[in-house]
């Protein structure tokens, strides 16, 4: 599995969210500055750090999307 940490704004805490929450095709993100992404999801705003999605992302094309 792939997963991110991502702090949830919502609750105040850090959760770990699955490579197809953050690729749902409901999910929107948007840039808040150098280092950080705001995502919404299912009415829950997380903020994601840049480098963390760019790993996040590497990861999963190193997998070539296998969800393992």
């Given at each position: 599995?792939?997963?991110?940490?991502?702090l949830?704004?919502n609750?105040?805490?850090?959760?770990?969210?699955?490579?197809?929450?953050?690729?749902?095709?409901?999910?929107?993100?948007?840039q808040?500055?150098s280092?950080t992404l705001?995502?919404?999801?299912?009415d829950?705003?997380?903020?994601?750090?840049?480098?963390?999605?760019?790993?996040f992302?590497?990861?999963?094309a190193?997998?070539?999307?296998?969800?393992?």
């Open positions: 599995m792939t997963q991110i940490e991502a949830c704004l609750v105040g805490e850090y959760v770990m969210l699955e490579w197809e929450e953050v690729c749902n095709k409901e999910a929107h993100i948007r808040v500055n280092e705001h995502l919404t999801l299912n829950f705003n997380y903020h994601i750090n840049v480098a963390d999605i760019a790993s992302v590497a990861r999963r190193v997998m070539g999307g296998r969800s393992k």
